[in-house]
């Protein structure tokens, strides 16, 4: 429904409301122009009561002003029945200006056809019920395969091997970073090497003096203590290269190196000082803030590195929602699929993954991931997303659209078609008990049956005329 619309049809239902009264042998309406609350409205009342005033009397008696009930709880035999006369001695509801009391409403064909779509009259009956609930989310990295790759040591940038939206295998070189812990470790374990070779060599002697009865025991204790030392000192050394990353490899070249050599030992990976940034993961390079030169530290947002075939999506989930939820989940992983508005045409399939613990109380929703597929990578991190959750195998449902359900006074209500004996055809308000909605449609639970017809689209344009006819009803009050 476009807002152009809007006018265009109330002022239709104006004029076909204006035409029938002129037609009925009634007086004017005073609300047909939609000024009930002027001035004129009191003149056109006065005429009205000086036509018909003894029926005024006699409606006043019928309803008396606060204890008048609803229409919505009158049986459509009291709405219909020939008996109830309104101020103009006709049947109220072949009143074109009395029959709104009631709720009810003529839509004619032709009013239908001019309405250009904007009003729509469908038969409801059972259909299966889709279970799908639709809700807004946002597109986000998968944090078990996302990471801000910063060096493991400080240091200063000498080689980028990689650029935005390079997709990199696992354990390939990023970036390196000539670093001065690293030149240290790497001293610190050739010495610690060399101190193991002399250990271990002292610790045979030791044991060779000590067989041949030349030293005491107490020597050869000693010398294989240091040695036990050294071995201990070298596998340090040997851990912290590790942990700056390099490989077993690259720890081996290290150690061939001369210790006190500087940059004479150049080679493959790390043995020319310098600290190579590898993949952890594959994935694609999705976030590059590095130079040449540029000084970076460990958690320094240098290099954002994620694995993009599979993207969350955060969403929540209506608290009410939450038993029905839980319920399919009892069956198995709840199917989700998700659509971005960049890519109208095409979803992406999912499922939903985890759900949050806590009820947000501004909201009354629980925070939901759904786990997408994304395998060529077009969803992108931040992008809006809309998911719909298959709750499906629910049975059948009396559905309408939800833009059918109106309220007065906070109770839910339908235009129903009614045809009178004379088959005449209108549409009354009907109170209707609605259960679950989604996806633009809800379920009613009472009021309806299958096979009756709804105004479907535009009903709004009726009840905001009802309204109006009651509030200008002077007569009634
Ligand atoms: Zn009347």
Redesign the pocket.
Known sequence: MTARSVPHLSLLLGMIISVVVATAA?SPQPGANGASGDPTTGAAHAHEEGEAGHAHEESGGEDPGGAEPSDLDLPLSAIFSKDTR???E?P?YT?D??RYEFGVVRLPQDVLAASDGSLAVAVVERRPWSGAREATGEVALDADRAAWLGPRAPGVVRAIHVDLGDRVRAGQTLYEVESVELGDARSEYRRALAEQRVARSAAEREADLFARGICPESDLLEARARREQADASAEAARSRLGRLGLTGGEIATAAAAEPGGGAAGRGAGGDDGLLPVRAPFAGTVLERDLGLGARVEPGDRALLLADTSVVWVETAIAERELEAVLERQRRGAVPAVVSVSAFPARSFPGRLDRLGGTVDEATRTIRARVVADNPDGVLRAGMFARVRLQLDGEGDALVVPAEAVLEDEGRPFLFVRATTPGDEEYFVRRAVRPGRSADGWVEILGGLEPGQAIVTKGAFLLKSDVLRAKMGAGCAD
């Open positions: 009634c309104c101020e103009h006709i109220t009143c200006q009395c």
